[in-house]
């Protein structure tokens, strides 16, 4: 083979594989399914209605329990229905979409886009999602499962789109997370709503940690203000943060449950901060005192202060512990065992997660823990 004959050939090669990157990086533009009547039925028929200053969208993110549990911990979201969406029928059941009806199983949310703006709430629930696979999520197969935002507001699709765009940078293979206006939506039987609520150990394709992470954040929200100084007197919580905890939190903290060894937010936290009181946001422990125990949840050589904690006696489960409570909120926190590092005191403080907030060091001013910030000082 000639020089030229060869480096036509490798030019060749190079042109295809990089047309081939381009085409891979380059978000595609997703409507619906080809097989699909061109003109979908046009009805709305769902519980949940805007009001002026709040706007809505529709999520389609595999299996809508745990879309809606996800959004419904989302600061800024106001209420959330599950239900079927753009489909080529009218009036679909459950069963019906789960026969390949051609419907989406969706949420509509509702949010004040003071609190969340639409480009914070796709970012959250772009995190919840595989964004490149077609009609699957989690152990979920189907057209029902497909990916897809729709829109009530023509003014959302460019925001929507530049989403799209800036996700695809983060993924090799196409984003085929579909974007289209709103055609029909049919909400879903009652039992499917607030299913994850009703059934705390339903199925859910979602990370619970990522969950609980949302709710967190929304349930601070609802503390008075950002000072969280020293001098600061904490009491007991408002229920309007109780009510915005996720179940998991309300259980560990009011009703001293344990959640689940490893599988939960911090037992594997390694960055400089605070863990407060999800209740109340009192910090009861620093990132200084952390270190891992190897029993699946947070331990703690010792507190902030001894005096933020009440120490009890606990004789459940047919075994005698300490446990230990916030003091100013009364929320259960966990156990002290005394197998700890020597070096450190002995001593092994065993808290929930779900019990805690984490103030990473860089967020302590902005959040209004600016005053602890010589815990960290060396």
Request: proline content about 6%.
């Amino acid at each position: 083979m000639s020089r030229r004959k060869i480096f036509l050939s490798v030019l060749v090669v190079a042109v295809l594989i990089i047309i081939g990157t381009c085409l891979a990086f380059s978000p595609k533009d997703i409507s619906p399914p080809k097989n699909f009547n061109v003109n979908l039925p046009e009805e709305i028929i769902q519980r949940h209605q805007k009001i002026d200053g709040q706007a809505e969208i529709y999520l389609a993110g595999g299996c809508f329990w745990g879309t809606e549990f996800l959004m419904r911990n989302v600061p800024g979201v106001i209420d959330v229905e599950v239900g079927y969406a753009n489909g080529p029928t009218r009036n679909p059941t459950y069963h019906d979409v789960c026969n390949n009806s051609g419907h989406a199983e969706a949420a509509h949310v509702i949010y004040d886009p003071n609190g969340v703006s639409l480009t914070k709430l796709l970012d959250i629930y772009f995190q919840s999602i595989d964004p490149t696979l077609v009609n699957r999520q989690g152990n979920d197969s189907g057209i029902q499962y497909r990916t897809g935002i729709f829109f009530s507001d023509p003014a959302d699709e460019k925001i929507i789109k530049e989403s799209l765009k800036n996700l695809q940078g983060n993924f090799f293979n196409a984003v085929v997370v579909e974007c289209a206006p709103i055609k029909n939506f049919y909400r879903a039987e009652e039992e499917h709503q607030e299913y994850l609520y009703k059934n705390p150990n339903g199925y859910c394709h979602i990370s619970r940690s990522f969950i609980n992470e949302q709710a967190k954040e929304k349930a601070a929200q609802n503390f008075p203000d950002k000072n969280f100084s020293r001098d600061k007197v904490y009491g007991r919580p408002d229920k309007k943060v109780l009510d915005n905890l996720s179940e998991l939190q309300r259980a560990v903290t009011q009703d001293a449950e344990t959640e689940p060894p490893y599988k939960n937010e911090y037992n594997g936290e390694t960055r400089e901060g605070i863990y407060v009181d999800v209740t109340n946001g009192q910090p009861l422990f620093s990132s200084t005192d952390k270190f891992d125990s190897g029993c699946g949840w947070p331990a703690f050589s010792k507190p902030i202060d001894k005096n933020y904690l009440r120490e009890t006696k606990d004789f459940s489960f047919g075994m005698e512990r300490i446990e230990v409570r916030a003091k100013a909120s009364g929320s259960h926190l966990g156990h002290v065992f005394d197998d700890g590092p020597a070096d450190k005191g002995g001593l092994r403080y065993c808290i929930n997660s779900a019990s805690l907030r984490f103030i990473p060091i860089g967020s302590m001013e902005k959040e209004g823990y600016g005053d602890w910030l010589d815990l960290f000082k060396h």
